[in-house]
């Protein structure tokens, strides 16, 4: 009696969004997004599976979901594992990353070169360095580091030459 009295009653509002989560992290690990759930109705097939349908576990389901705050991408689907500010911060970086006309660049073939400098020199030689045209296309990355300016380039030889002779 005990186990037929336990699954006859509706889940807790934080048992369901439990199962809430699983069932779409396993979305999101076999399909890589959320293809199939934009409403809470959507969940009620999997609970009516375990208990019985009724409008009480419409009704937890539906402040499970509520209360999750899930936020939903383009096509209305709920995004589980973000919140509403990550999902605005994507956005906005989406944007700029499309309007700058961005690239992923691996950084292939490119070897580190140190220029060695004091703490004091860094920020200026940088500033040199990078407003320069002499240096135009010898390096693809240049930061600064402990110790002085670190390039990454596809030519050391070449730019090791370049700042050879500028010492």
Do not use: W
Not at 12 to 41: D, P
Not at 113 to 137: N, V
């Amino acid at each position: 009696m005990d186990l037929h009295s336990s699954l006859r009653k509706n889940p807790s509002r934080e048992s369901c969004e439990q199962v809430i989560r699983r069932i779409l992290s396993t979305e999101i690990l076999e399909y890589g997004r959320n293809i199939h759930f934009k409403q809470a109705t959507d969940f009620l097939n999997y609970f009516e599976s375990l208990y019985p349908a009724s409008d009480s576990l419409t009704k937890q389901v539906q402040r499970a979901v509520r209360s999750m705050n899930m936020p939903r991408d383009e096509k209305g689907f709920f995004i589980p594992n973000k919140t509403a500010e990550q999902l605005a911060q994507e956005r906005e970086l989406t944007g700029l990353l499309r309007k700058s006309g961005s690239q992923v660049d691996t950084l292939e073939g490119c070897e580190p070169l140190l220029l060695k400098l004091e703490k004091d020199f860094c920020d200026y030689a940088m500033h040199l360095i990078e407003s320069c045209d002499t240096f135009q296309g010898k390096y693809e990355v240049l930061v600064k580091v402990n110790g002085g300016l670190l390039f990454f380039t596809r030519n050391r030889k070449q730019l090791e030459i370049l700042l050879e002779s500028l010492i």
